[in-house]
């Protein structure tokens, strides 16, 4: 039975693997997906993408019991896992320039 990816809700099939950890004691795994809501579909690919660096090396170690999720499901996807990147605004970047610049000099409001 071929399965028509482009039919799927990437929502609903995440959710669905955050339960299959649940139900399958993998706590820290459920928990860390638990918040993650940017998932997507491309063809066979279930891609994953994440704001924290840190969370990526969880899901990196956890990316097999994903892939069962999946397959508890029906579907036979490659797990895709990506860090988005930060895109600093204006602001946020001129600040950066000037810390650089002159870090021992000046300390910013609300700065510990």
């Not at 491309?42 to 892939?67: A, H, P, Q, Y």
């Not at 579907?75 to 860090?83: A, G, R, S, T, Y």
Request: hydrophobic share 40%; charged share 30%.
């Amino acid at each position: 039975m071929s399965v028509d990816y482009t039919k799927l809700s990437p929502r609903v099939v995440w959710g669905k693997v955050v339960l299959y950890l649940k139900e399958h004691k993998f706590i820290a795994l459920h928990v860390a997906c638990g918040d993650i809501t940017n998932v997507s579909i491309d063809s066979n690919k279930f891609i994953i993408t994440v704001d924290d660096g840190m969370l990526i090396n969880l899901l990196r170690e956890g990316k097999r019991e994903i892939e069962n999720a999946l397959k508890w499901q029906g579907l036979d996807m490659e797990v895709i896992l990506l860090v988005k990147e930060n895109v600093l605004s204006k602001s946020e970047s001129d600040i950066n320039k000037l810390k650089s610049l002159i870090s021992d000099e000046i300390k910013l409001k609300g700065e510990k």
